[in-house]
């Protein structure tokens, strides 16, 4: 699960500033300089976003640079957040062994992660550095040499390197820099040996096979999933042309400078402005006096408000973080496990892929070249469909395990008052999905757009926005955007090693035989594309696959419309499954709920939503009439 935000320099300093030692107050003002600075760029991101939108469309002058300045705000806001997280112990791991094991034995593997991330620092300061002196190449609306923003890479690795270093413990100074010291030689010999021995090992074309094992087993072992995936690249590359071990750092900068990426800062900080802002508990409101009188309310009541913000924030891992912090404790309350309260809440918060805006349907359109619109339109019938199948696993395990009504049931009144009470909240999602549908602004403006109207219905409508909480939320949302990304970014150079040996296409082309029986093809890709969810974070999966697999499926007579829906049900299915299960770690965390438990507890919602992707893979008109009726 995600490695704990353990007491650091800043917590400390909030119990006992008056004892706390100079090297952690010091540590303390790195730790709040470096927040800052990621709070800054992000919030620069979502201005000039939001500035476009108003001199497009208001002003009727559309501008060149804010896309540019918006990504490379964005790209060094996470590669400084990157160390952020490191400080404060907060990157998404899977800790399971290091829970079971014995104090001293620990503290040795707890040691060996760190070395494992000073490992993976180096690769990308040292090839980072690399990289950037090759780079010649100027922005296009800014002529800003492009070496600025991949110097992000080399630069946050570098002060994750000093985090590493840096004693985070109250102690003797001596001695906790006497251990960080250690992480860094052995890292840096750990560096050397796999960067000169290697060859001498295994060759290139085990790159593959020396990338999953070296990757997965880091992660089986508690690394955190993104320095997890940079060693196994730089360990599959290691053997060949080093040159190649530039494509590392090069890769994480290039993934991360996208405009479309942006949209999950952006929902992320609308999601977490929602919440402080009283707009999301509204919405949980709303919900719990439509069907919390019934047996398994409250778990149906968390399904529901999972399906009204899906049409808000457009991403699974916020709907993920915000719903776990207001419903997992109180489902605990009234006699719910915990384990399945989060991973009902991880299994609904894919609805947000699943119904506009989805960053995933985004993607797929502009990799497939099929409408953004279609595609909106199509997964209207899927998306209620996997929220029915939910609720209808909630009904059945509400039965068998006793859980009861929760609330009495409220009158005709109640609801309609609930109901005004949220509208505000529910023409958001209007607002979006309009917007996006007739062209009024980009996917990406639409979650800044969205993070404004959440401001202002806050601020003004529900007046719950104060400045203490509304700072408190953004250094939240950033920081859960950035342990995010951060995977995202790494799991960009791990899917290059795979496509540059040719994997997705060995594996295509094994599956062409079976272009003359298009149900048997389907329920292989179906069957690889669930694989490949275990391993691959959704977007990066859908940046080689895409392209390899839509050309397949058009050859044997199917619609590319529903099979965008497929593959985006198929990956985020995939979120709730290990090693990667991002969704998961997320509630887990967000809910204080057992990672293995709540791994185990998600199996019946699993089940739901396989079966209603094979009825969207072999019913196609579950998609395809909505789009002739409805879509432009």
Not at 498 to 506: D, H, M, S, W
Not at 584 to 611: C, E, H, Q, S, W
């Given at each position: 699960m995600p490695a704990q935000t353990l007491p650091d320099a800043a917590q400390a300093a909030s119990e006992a500033p008056a004892a706390l030692p100079p090297f952690l107050a010091l540590r303390r003002l790195a730790d709040r300089l470096v927040e800052a600075v990621c709070v800054a760029l992000i919030l620069i991101a979502v201005g000039v976003a939001c500035l476009q939108v108003v001199m497009r469309?208001?002003?009727?002058?559309?501008?060149?640079?804010?896309?540019?300045?918006?990504?490379?705000?964005?790209?060094?806001?996470?590669?400084?957040?990157?160390?952020?997280?490191?400080?404060?112990?907060?990157?998404?791991?899977?800790?399971?062994?290091?829970?079971?094991?014995?104090p001293r034995p620990r503290a040795a593997l707890d040691f060996l992660i760190a070395v494992i991330m000073g490992t993976a620092s180096i690769v990308l300061l040292v090839h980072g550095m690399d990289y950037m002196k090759r780079v010649i190449s100027a922005s296009p609306a800014l002529q800003m040499p492009m070496r600025y923003l991949f110097l992000a890479?080399?630069?946050?690795?570098?002060?994750?390197?000093?985090?590493?270093?840096?004693?985070?413990?109250?102690?003797?100074?001596?001695?906790?820099?006497?251990?960080?010291?250690?992480?860094?030689?052995f890292a840096g010999l750990a560096y050397w040996a796999i960067r000169n021995g290697a060859a001498s090992v295994y060759s290139q074309a085990s790159g593959p096979v020396v990338l999953v094992l070296v990757g997965l087993g880091a992660i089986l072992i508690g690394v955190p999933v993104a320095f997890a995936l940079v060693i196994g690249a730089f360990t599959a590359f290691a053997s060949a042309n080093p040159i190649l071990l530039v494509t590392i750092a090069q890769n994480m900068g290039a993934s991360m400078n996208s405009f479309t990426l942006l949209a999950i800062p952006f929902f992320i900080l609308a999601a977490a402005v929602m919440n402080a802002g009283g707009i999301t508990p509204r919405l949980v409101e709303l919900a719990m006096l439509l069907v919390g009188h019934l047996r398994g309310?409250?778990?149906?009541?968390?399904?529901?408000?999972?399906?009204?913000?899906?049409?808000?924030?457009?991403?699974?891992?916020?709907?993920?973080?915000?719903?776990?912090?207001?419903?997992?404790?109180?489902?605990?309350?009234?006699?719910?496990?915990?384990?399945?309260?989060?991973?009902?809440?991880?299994?609904?918060?894919?609805?947000?892929?699943?119904?506009?805006?989805?960053?995933?349907?985004?993607?797929?359109?502009?990799?497939?070249?099929?409408s953004v619109g279609a595609l909106f339109v199509a997964t209207i019938v899927p998306g209620l469909m996997v929220a029915a199948a939910l609720m209808i696993v909630v009904a059945v395990l509400s039965r068998q395990r006793g859980y009861g009504g929760d609330l009495p049931k409220p009158s005709g009144t109640e609801r309609i008052r609930a109901l005004v009470a949220a509208i505000p909240a529910l023409i958001l999602p209007v607002i979006i999905v309009g917007g996006?549908?007739?062209?009024?602004?980009?996917?990406?403006?639409?979650?800044?757009?969205?993070?404004?109207?959440?401001?202002?219905?806050?601020?003004?409508?529900?007046?719950?926005?104060?400045?203490?909480?509304?700072?408190?939320?953004?250094?939240?949302?950033?920081?859960?955007?950035?342990?995010?990304?951060?995977?995202?970014?790494?799991?960009?150079?791990?899917?290059?090693?795979?496509?540059?040996?040719?994997?997705?296409?060995?594996?295509?082309?094994?599956?062409?035989?079976?272009?003359?029986r298009p149900w048997l093809l389907m329920l292989a890709i179906n069957g690889f594309l669930l694989v490949v969810g275990l391993f691959m974070e959704m977007i990066a999966a859908m940046v080689i696959l895409v392209p390899i697999l839509v050309p397949l499926v058009i050859l044997a007579g199917f619609d590319p419309i529903t099979f965008g829906l497929i593959i985006v049900m198929n990956l985020v299915i995939g979120a709730?499954?290990?090693?990667?299960?991002?969704?998961?770690?997320?509630?887990?965390?967000?809910?204080?709920?057992?990672?293995?438990?709540?791994?185990?507890?998600?199996?019946?919602?699993?089940?739901?939503?396989?079966?209603?992707?094979?009825?969207?893979?072999?019913?196609?008109?579950?998609?395809q009439i909505p789009v002739r009726l409805l879509a432009p």
């Open positions: 469309y208001g002003l009727r002058s559309g501008l060149p640079w804010p896309e540019e300045v918006a990504s490379w705000a964005f790209v060094w806001a996470v590669m400084l957040g990157m160390a952020l997280a490191t400080a404060r112990r907060a990157h998404i791991a899977i800790d399971v062994l290091p829970r079971l094991l014995a890479v080399p630069v946050g690795a570098a002060l994750n390197l000093v985090f590493l270093v840096w004693p985070d413990r109250a102690g003797p100074f001596w001695r906790g820099l006497f251990h960080g010291l250690a992480v860094l030689v309310g409250l778990a149906h009541a968390n399904v529901v408000t999972n399906t009204m913000l899906a049409g808000v924030s457009g991403s699974s891992t916020a709907d993920a973080s915000t719903i776990a912090k207001l419903l997992v404790p109180e489902m605990e309350k009234r006699g719910y496990d915990r384990p399945f309260s989060a991973a009902l809440t991880a299994a609904g918060s894919t609805l947000a892929n699943l119904i506009p805006p989805s960053l995933g349907l985004i993607i797929y359109a502009a990799l497939a070249s099929v996006v549908r007739f062209g009024v602004f980009t996917a990406t403006e639409a979650g800044a757009v969205a993070m404004l109207y959440a401001l202002f219905c806050g601020a003004f409508l529900y007046r719950n926005l104060t400045g203490q909480n509304l700072v408190a939320a953004v250094r939240d949302a950033v920081l859960d955007t950035v342990v995010i990304v951060v995977i995202i970014a790494a799991a960009a150079p791990f899917a290059w090693v795979l496509a540059f040996e040719r994997v997705p296409q060995k594996i295509a082309a094994s599956l062409a035989v079976l272009v003359e709730l499954t290990p090693p990667l299960g991002v969704l998961i770690f997320t509630t887990a965390r967000a809910g204080g709920a057992d990672l293995v438990a709540t791994f185990r507890a998600v199996v019946p919602f699993l089940v739901a939503m396989i079966a209603v992707l094979m009825l969207v893979t072999f019913v196609p008109a579950l998609t």
